[in-house]
T-cell receptor
């Protein structure tokens, strides 16, 4: 079964606007971690933000915030005030107790910021 | 140098060649990973080394052979590859912990083309 689902192959956003990238996950473990990565055309995977399953508050890192809805098993990434440099692939990932050695990735969403 | 460094950035090899990919991390991490990224597929974990001991091998064909001589270096030895092995190969490192909150830090990847 797919552990991470990203249903948006591509998204467009106007510069300076906010955008939400969707991610749902599947696990029966009570303890898990959720991650978002950015992959520019250069290929490097850049870690953006982390949310733990027991965290009470939604994670925030600068212009990135994670909308964590545990009951719905969703962990959407919100990027505020989009910049041209935000154009890239974005991957949601999860690590749980079952696959403790592995970080399960979704298929990604390609974000294009329009000037 | 900081972060995770992979060499070479690009590699073209014939099916009868033998080549090696190199990864080096300067983050003081104790776990290193090889991932394969093919078009339109989630990242696939190939190998995990923790404290220089291989802890996971996800049914990867024997034509891929990893080597981890110390906690800072990781190699992927390639021989008699197939065209379907053409992909971006990403190395990553992290701190091993039970809380699942350690992000993986990735290198820029090696773009491999098998002809």
């Amino acid at each position: 079964a797919q552990k991470i689902t990203q249903t948006q192959p591509g998204m467009f956003v106007q510069e300076k606007e906010a955008v939400t990238l969707d991610c749902t996950y599947d696990t029966s473990d009570p303890s898990y971690g959720l991650f978002w990565y950015k992959q520019p055309s250069s290929g490097e995977m850049i870690f953006l933000i982390y949310q733990g399953s027991y965290d009470q508050q939604n994670a925030t890192e600068g212009r990135y915030s994670l909308n964590f809805q545990k009951a719905r098993k969703s962990a959407n990434l919100v990027i505020s005030a989009s910049q041209l440099g935000d154009s890239a692939m974005y991957f949601c990932a999860m690590r749980d107790q079952t696959g403790a050695n592995n970080l399960f990735f979704g298929t990604g969403t390609r974000l294009t910021v329009i000037p | 140098e900081t972060g995770v460094t992979q060499t070479p950035r690009h590699l073209v090899m014939g099916m009868t060649n033998k080549k090696s990919l190199k990864c080096e991390q300067h983050l003081g991490h104790n776990a290193m990973y090889w991932y394969k990224q093919s078009a339109k597929k989630p990242l696939e974990l190939m190998f995990v080394y923790s404290l220089e001991e291989r802890v996971e091998n996800n049914s990867v064909p024997s034509r891929f052979s990893p080597e981890c001589p110390n906690s800072s270096h990781l190699f992927l030895h390639l021989h008699t590859l197939q065209p379907e092995d053409s992909a971006l190969y990403l190395c990553a490192s992290s701190t091993r912990d039970r809380a699942h909150n350690s992000p993986l830090h990735f290198g820029n990847g090696t773009r491999l083309t098998v002809t």
